[in-house]
């Protein structure tokens, strides 16, 4: 688990190889600790460093609280998008999810489909979502 970014993460079966990477940040102003409401955005960048163009059809989150408690999230896309990249194009977007602690974290799967019509999955490593990461 890393503290503030998951970076320089790849996953790669030549010819397909994604790099993900994930900036996570408390939200402060959108949190109630009072209530147990504790919002944390992540940006998270994907560059498609292979060799052949390949599209993101969808995602899976695990987000586990400080308790142990854990949610599973599953999608097509990202934001509402999928993703087509070409070699050394990149991707970014923003998110957030909501903990009942005040800390946590998360990992994932992207799965994709490179534009030859094969199947391949993204491992995103567990990242810490934590309040010292104070977005103001």
């Not at 560059?47 to 949610?71: C, F, H, K, S, Y």
């Not at 903990?99 to 999955?121: C, I, K, N, R, V």
Request: with cysteine; charged share 20%; net charge negative.
């Amino acid at each position: 688990i890393r503290d503030v970014a998951v970076t320089g993460v790849q996953t790669c079966a030549l010819p397909i190889c994604f790099a993900v990477s994930v900036r996570p940040q408390y939200v402060e102003d959108q949190s109630t600790p009072a209530r147990h409401e504790y919002v944390f955005a992540y940006t998270v960048t994907i560059v498609n460093t292979g060799e052949i163009a390949a599209q993101l059809i969808a995602r899976q989150w695990l987000i586990t609280d400080a308790l142990g408690r854990v949610e599973e999230v599953r999608g097509l896309g990202v934001v509402g998008n999928q993703p087509m990249l070409k070699p050394g194009e990149r991707f970014e977007y923003t998110s957030w999810t909501r903990l009942d602690t005040p800390h946590g974290s998360m990992q994932g799967t992207f799965y994709g489909m490179t534009e030859d019509a094969h199947w391949f999955e993204a491992d995103i490593a567990a990242f810490t979502l934590a309040r010292s990461q104070s977005l103001h």
